[in-house]
């Protein structure tokens, strides 16, 4: 899609009033919450992202482009999160995929025509149809980079190479020089490995787990823990335990690597053969926005390469629009061959993060629910 097109669709050159309700799809469906139609432009924009998420060079061009005066909060958690884009507080969202699927089950997100998003179809497919962003056949996210979580080790110190997760959780390889991020999504990490590594217990989503797959997963962390040199939040906090000898191996974004490689660290991350998970960011709609005008013209905004190339080299991420490599390649050379971003094999050996649910996708409502994911954990990284 042109420029231009793109531009135009941002700056109001689609005509018609914004509708919410009921209106009709192009198979002639009704769609509640769905708008089909964009109106004039706002005055604001109020939006939920991770902090230095949003450089200037993003925000800044679109307030010139559409006259709305863009702020920006820090993320709160996912149930307060919901809460205020149910009421209309907030207009949008970057949710990653444990919180995207809940804000779609609490009906704080609207469905998204994505007609109204002209940049929309050359986002990468498999991208197009995370869990975290589709419900009941419906998009609610745009997608605008994304990362895996890769098993991390250092190269001074690990013969051989590793080729499984299977160091990472015993208590011999590395004992008490590991790093763990210090979220829920470990257990799915757990039960990414145990998929493998014990067939019998039947797993085939790590996110979607029976109370017996999930006592497994939480088990072989419990294990684990006390091999764990540090839980980690910030990424930072990892690659300064890398250099200074703390850990050895870890789980790790490709972003982290890079900057340890940068400083001269034998540190090297690969994704192992049971395969990894993987987060995304995808910008969503409050269900009851007051500024429905500026977050639709925001949703076709993001979604353009130029943009996609900003917000990834400000994550150290992969953009979601292969199109941004024109620019990322020249702000540093081979950046989309490092992050894979047209490598449908490796894509396909991740596994995206997305919210837990009673739901099992497959009509049984025994699986084990996001809350009790948070208790766990929290217990496990306590100890």
């Known amino acids: 899609m042109a420029a231009a097109v793109v531009l135009a669709v941002i700056a109001g050159g689609c005509n018609g009033s914004s ?23 706002e005055r604001t924009l109020r939006l939920l992202a991770v902090p230095g998420s949003l450089p200037r060079s993003v925000i800044g061009p679109f307030q010139a482009q559409t006259g709305c005066r863009v702020t920006v909060a820090g993320l709160p958690g996912a149930g307060r999160s919901a809460r205020l884009l149910a009421s209309g507080s907030v207009d949008g969202i970057a949710a990653t995929g444990d919180v995207g699927t809940r804000l779609i089950a609490a009906g704080a997100v609207a469905p998204l025509d994505t007609d109204l998003i002209p940049e929309y179809r050359d986002l990468t497919p498999a991208l197009q149809n995370l869990p975290q962003d589709t419900a009941n056949g419906l998009r609610y996210g745009v997608p605008v980079v994304w990362a895996a979580q890769l098993l991390a080790y250092g190269t001074a110190v690990t ?60 088990g072989l962390l419990a294990r684990q823990h006390a091999n764990v040199g540090l839980y980690w939040t910030h990424p930072m906090a990892e690659i300064r335990a890398f250099r200074r000898g703390i850990i050895v191996a870890g789980d790790i974004w490709p972003g982290q690597v890079r900057r340890l490689q940068a400083r001269g660290e034998g540190v090297r991350a690969l994704v192992p053969a049971e395969g990894a998970t993987a987060w995304a ?4 709609m409050s269900s009851h926005p007051d500024d429905a005008n ?12 130029i943009v996609q190339g900003h917000a990834a080299y400000a994550l150290d991420a992969a953009p979601a629009n292969s199109h ?41 409502h025994v699986c084990v629910a996001a809350a009790r994911w948070t208790a766990a954990w929290r217990s496990l990284s306590a100890g």
């Not at 009709?24 to 004039?40: D, E, I, K, S, W």
């Open 19 to 41: 509708t919410s309700g009921a209106p009709a799809t192009a198979a002639g469906t009704a769609v509640p919450g769905m708008r089909t139609h964009l109106g004039p432009p």
């Open 159 to 218: 013969t051989p190479v590793p080729q499984s997760w299977a160091g990472f959780f015993d208590d011999r390889t590395f004992p008490g020089e590991v790093a763990v991020h210090d979220s829920a999504m470990a257990i799915a990490e757990a039960a990414l490995y145990l998929k493998s590594a014990r067939p019998s217990l039947g797993i085939s989503d790590p996110y979607e787990l029976t109370p017996a797959q999930f006592s497994a997963a939480t």
């Open 281 to 284: 960011v995808s910008w969503m």
């Open 294 to 305: 500026c977050m639709l013209r925001w949703l076709a905004y993001i979604a353009t390469p």
């Open 324 to 364: 941004a490599c024109v620019y990322l390649d020249q702000r540093k050379p081979g950046y989309c061959t490092a992050n894979h971003v047209t490598d449908g094999g490796y894509l396909s050996r991740l596994a995206f993060w997305k919210g837990p649910k009673r739901d099992c996708g497959n009509g049984k």
